[in-house]
């Protein structure tokens, strides 16, 4: 399996160190400022920031408009200016409030953040192949991972770094405090492999585009969408079972983390997979396909529980299926 399979950043531009610094300071009296402020207050200004920005790129907009009518065809105009709005405002009160929840104590973070379906999680980790934890940007996507590590059952998400170094390190820290560490996409195979052979947990969110190299195209929201197979050939590499995790925004500013049953590798690969004896197989392979198709349907069905709260501002659907032959 080559490490492509989980990356898909292009070269980094040479920055500059002193926009580098200049960004962390503004970040730093960002949330500086932000914690003097309450809660709701707090959540409403990151949701207005964010309107304000879509306000400014009309290539965002633009995505945002596209990607939702099309998704949801049988809305009215209105209807969709209402989600397309509410998304935005759900984006940017979320950033707010991982901030603000990552930099909690542990008991900040328990009264803010609860968990249900641990007992799958349990379950997929007693076979010993470690597990795969699938989720989407939908919610507060960051925030799961801090909560399972407080409840002793820390995870290793796999993230592409900021272009920020001085930005990546000080998030790193975020993500890290409490017990977790994280695997970076641009050299994502061999550590997941041995992330899972010493029974961890890995998260990995397969719901944005990339390029037609590195995918496979399967269903969603009604379009072909070019999606990374890494998970199915993790799955199949190693025969880890794959569990579902969402994060629900609620009132308050609180969130809840929902762990699903497990998908596992036999409904796709058969039932005896071990590092040595698993066949290799291609991302064109009809089981990777198909189970690549089967992770992107349970996003699917997430995002329609509460399509507010999905990132539709990604350009999802950006890569284009290759023409059939002879066409």
Sequence with gaps: MSESAVSTAKPRRKRSPA?????????????????????????????????AYTRLSARRR??????????????????????????????????????????????????????????????????GKGLLLLSAHLGGWELG???????????????????????????????????????????????????????????????????????????????????????ALFQQKTGAPVVPVFVWRRQGGRYHVELQPPILAGEFFGDERDDESARPVG???DAVVRATARYTEVTEAAIRRDPAAWLWMHDRWRTKPPEPEGA
Excluded: C, M
């Design 19 to 51: 926009r580098d610094r200049v960004e962390l300071w503004a970040y730093r009296a960002a949330v500086g400022a932000l914690g003097w402020l309450p809660r709701g207050a707090a959540a409403s200004l990151g949701a207005s920031a964010a309107l």
């Design 145 to 231: 991972a801090i909560l399972a590590a407080i409840v002793e059952r820390p995870v290793v998400p796999v993230v592409r770094p900021l272009d920020n170094p001085l930005l990546e390190e000080e998030l790193g820290r975020l993500r890290t405090r409490f017990g977790n560490r994280v695997i970076f996409k641009q050299s994502a195979a061999r550590g997941i492999l041995e992330a899972l052979r010493r029974n961890e947990a890995v998260v990995l969110l397969i719901d944005q585009n990339v390029v037609a190299r590195e995918a496979v195209f399967v269903p969603f929201f009604g379009r072909l969408a070019a999606t990374s197979p890494a998970v």
């Design 283 to 285: 991302r064109d392979d």
């Design 62 to 127: 633009r995505i945002l408009a596209d990607n939702l009518r099309s998704a949801f065809p049988e809305k009215t105009s209105g209807e969709i200016e209402r989600l397309a709005r509410e998304s935005v405002r759900s984006f940017g009160a979320t950033v707010v409030d991982f901030l603000a929840i990552a930099a909690s104590d542990e008991p900040g973070v328990r009264e803010r953040v609860t968990i249900s379906g641990l007992e799958h999680y349990d379950a997929a980790r007693a076979g």
